[in-house]
């Protein structure tokens, strides 16, 4: 399965940027997605997840009312907007598809990972 991640890049503090991860062995249409991000010396970590369906969505703390996870499974395609980027936001941004089709936090609930986009918030 390859999952393909997409759309990082260099942002300002206060902007905005949009990652796309498409699917194209279509192996996540009855699966939760998710991003996760892992900044350079730290742990993966979380950021947001959505159940199979489109509901179900789940935000770190440290993202919610900034980022919105959306999906298009017509399109195969997870989204993650991400608004009012933060120095604190710079990571590499990974999407995974989930065992099951709701999102959970936990890593282990997933089964596949894309490569990463980076995403470099900074003056």
């Known amino acids: 399965v390859q999952l393909q991640a997409s759309g990082g890049g260099l942002v300002q503090p206060g902007g905005s940027l949009t990652l796309s991860c498409t699917n194209p062995?279509?192996?996540?249409?009855?699966?939760?997605m998710a991003w996760f991000r892992q900044a350079s010396g730290k742990d993966r970590e979380f950021v947001a997840g959505i159940a199979y369906r489109g509901g179900g969505k789940l935000y770190a703390e440290s993202v919610k009312g900034r980022f919105t996870i959306a999906r298009d499974n017509a399109k195969n395609t997870l989204y993650l907007e991400m608004n009012n980027l933060t120095p604190e936001d710079t990571a590499l941004y990974y999407c995974a598809v989930a065992r099951n089709s709701y999102a959970s936090v936990q890593q282990m609930e997933y089964r596949y990972w894309g490569q990463g986009t980076l995403v470099t918030v900074s003056s």
């Open positions: 062995k279509r192996t996540s249409s009855n699966n939760g």
